[in-house]
């Protein structure tokens, strides 16, 4: 279970501070698939960085009982300068796991070939989202963050994530953060959706939909 | 203290981690790859000895100059390396905070470390080639030098725990910081002994924690004939105090960091 509790969070602007987060409660149980809904700039990202751990916010508390990934997106979590290779052995050295099965695995999953030998900041976004993929797969967490980067690229391999996170992690739970209602509807089990900074959260999933559909 | 075990593990493996990333990234695999960090220390100290003895014959303070300058040199470089790689690290290594075991702190000890190792390897280089030529003598006291570097480390160290957090704070400081780093030069205790200085200004240079170490290291290398002046404890009152504002500051600044 990840709980939020009562979190805030403000960023500093030209002139004073906005705010993004104003209270937000929220919990995530074991196996559940939680929708993260909004607008552009709701603050969708933030509280995913926030439940990752990678900001801390303003005030409030947020209890971790489960092991969560870092926010899975296109940036973030590589240093762009090294190669995918390099980015895989980092990872793994500082997870702990050998490198060698998630060299092995990254090659597999990825089938970027060669260019995982080239610096990760020449990669395309879809190429970037792969890697992404591939790394926190490998590392195994029981709740996984996914920020916008929800089945992209092409069919194939769409497929091949649609089995690994749905079908063989399908007991692991998962924050996502998405404009696509179609892939909303068809994976996650509760929903929430982000407005002024408030959560509501729905666990008919077709009517947040409805309610983001009217934002 | 089994959580404690776990934790000290953690923090190797990370630590050990981001020791290769950054050496990787800074110097590649090409060529001689990380030894390139002794490549600027090296050639600062040199081309200052050399400079010094073709202004000032081939004697200072009753030592070869080239020994002297290369023995104050080198670690004023690594001080004022560290301090500028100091600046602005955590704005720079944002995307590590997407990994929750590693901890700000990490950051800074790891560029510090670093430039250590580096700094230190180009001393005994340096040490070794200029021995090699009867120009720098065998150390007097092995224990002592360490100890002066160790002295002087910490001071290094707590300056870039209190540098790294406030340069994230105020753009300002983080422009002036470079001068400051400049104007370090006469309280480092590289270009003087404090035996040679006028009462007035040892008590002043003495008010500085790296003179101590400064002096700590050239009594290991030559020995008694240059009067060294250090005390043991004077340092830590300085430096202790500093790196735990040092820590407190790191603390505030992690709170407001902003991660792409």
């Known amino acids: 279970m990840i709980a939020c509790q009562d979190l805030h969070k403000s960023y500093r602007t030209g002139h004073g501070r906005r705010d993004v987060l104003k209270g937000i409660n929220l919990t995530i149980n074991k196996g559940e698939r939680v929708a993260l809904l909004g607008r552009n700039g709701a603050g969708k990202s933030t509280l995913i960085k926030q439940i990752g751990g990678v900001e801390m916010p303003d005030s409030g508390r947020i209890m971790r009982h489960m092991t969560n990934s870092w926010p899975i997106g296109f940036n973030g979590g590589f240093q762009g300068s090294l190669t995918g290779f390099d980015n895989a052995r980092f990872i793994a050295r500082i997870y702990g796991r050998s490198y060698a099965d998630m060299r092995e695995f990254v090659e597999e999953f990825t089938e970027l070939g060669g260019v995982l030998k080239m610096p990760v900041k020449t990669y395309s976004s879809g190429m970037r989202a792969r890697l992404a993929f591939a790394l926190s797969l490998a590392i195994e967490f029981d709740c996984y963050l996914i920020?916008?980067?929800i089945l992209v690229g092409d069919q194939n391999f769409q497929r091949k994530c649609h089995h690994e996170l749905f079908e063989k992690r399908a007991d692991r739970a998962m924050v996502i953060a998405s404009h696509d209602m179609y892939t909303i509807s068809d994976i996650c089990n509760r929903a929430v959706v982000l407005e002024n900074g408030i959560a509501t959260g729905y666990d008919d999933v077709t009517a947040a939909i409805e309610r983001y559909n009217s934002l | 203290m089994a959580s404690l075990r776990k934790g000290w593990d953690i923090q190797t493996r990370v630590i050990g981690a981001l020791m290769l990333r950054e050496l990787t990234t800074r110097f590649g695999r090409e060529n001689i790859g990380f030894l390139w960090i002794m490549v600027e220390p090296l050639l600062f100290a040199v081309l200052v000895g050399l400079l010094w003895r073709?202004?000032?014959?081939?004697v200072?303070?009753?030592?070869?100059i080239i020994a002297f300058v290369v023995s104050g040199y080198i670690p004023l470089v690594f001080f004022r390396?560290?301090?500028?790689?100091?600046?602005?690290?955590f704005t720079a290594n944002g995307s590590l905070m997407y990994h929750r075991q590693i901890k700000i702190l990490d950051l800074i000890l790891v560029r510090f470390m670093i430039e250590m190792i580096g700094h230190m390897m180009a001393y005994l280089f340096i040490a070794l080639a200029l021995g090699a030529f009867g120009l720098f003598p065998m150390p007097y006291d092995?224990?002592?030098?360490?100890l002066g570097w160790l002295y002087y480390s910490l001071f290094t160290l707590a300056i870039a725990l209190v540098v790294a957090p406030l340069s994230e704070m105020s753009e300002v400081l983080e422009k002036i910081i470079p001068v400051t780093n400049y104007m370090m030069v006469p309280f480092s205790g590289a270009f003087y002994l404090v035996g040679s200085l006028y009462t007035e200004a040892a008590d002043v240079v003495l008010y500085f924690p790296p003179v101590h170490g400064m002096e700590m290291m050239r009594y290991g290398v030559f020995g008694p004939s240059i009067d060294p002046q250090y005390d043991f404890v004077y340092p830590l009152t300085i430096i202790l105090p500093f790196m735990a504002l040092g820590l407190v500051l790191c603390r505030v600044v992690r709170r407001r960091l902003v991660v792409e």
């Open chain 1, 147 to 149: 920020d916008e980067v």
């Open chain 2, 54 to 58: 073709a202004a000032k014959g081939p």
């Open chain 2, 81 to 89: 390396s560290t301090i500028s790689r100091a600046v602005n690290s």
């Open chain 2, 142 to 146: 092995v224990g002592f030098m360490m």
């Open chain 2, 60 to 64: 200072e303070y009753g030592v070869d």
